[in-house]
């Protein structure tokens, strides 16, 4: 039982970090590049960066050369090839490390709120407080 709550909640607060994330359902500079790094993680050209990572080419063009000024992306050679630097991959990692722990962070809020929101009826047993309610005795035990 407690399983199914788990996955439920974690269905749940997925949807709940993604409205969290911003309000407007924007994403951030950070998010726009950690998606960029991930993209160019062995290698990719503006295109398949710009696909990936879900971005207007005017945007991807202010991007690339914030991730280049600051060491988080390279270009290598006249190709047009852009690959994540060690910096970028440390950025990346750290990233989705967050994520994890910020996931975790809603899906215990998520389990909190659901404890004090669940309120027992009162002619039921609710094995999540593992106690008869107050009727439920009454019924139980013999006047």
Do not use: C, W
């Amino acid at each position: 039982m407690f399983e199914d709550e788990m996955e439920q909640s974690s269905q749940t607060t997925k949807r709940m970090v993604s409205e969290t994330n911003n309000r407007r359902g924007r994403r951030g500079r950070i998010e726009i590049a950690a998606a960029m790094l991930d993209a160019a993680g062995d290698g990719a050209g503006k295109t398949r960066i710009m696909q990936n990572a879900n971005l207007s080419y005017d945007l991807l063009l202010k991007y690339l050369s914030f991730l280049t000024e600051t060491g988080l992306l390279e270009r290598i050679g006249n190709n047009g090839v852009y690959h994540i630097t060690s910096k970028g991959a440390r950025f990346l990692k750290e990233f989705k490390e967050l994520q994890v722990l910020n996931n975790l962070y809603m899906q215990k809020l998520h389990a909190l709120t659901v404890l004090v929101d669940r309120k027992p009826y009162p002619h039921q047993y609710d094995p999540a407080y593992n106690f008869f309610t107050p009727l439920e005795r009454k019924k139980l035990i013999p006047p």
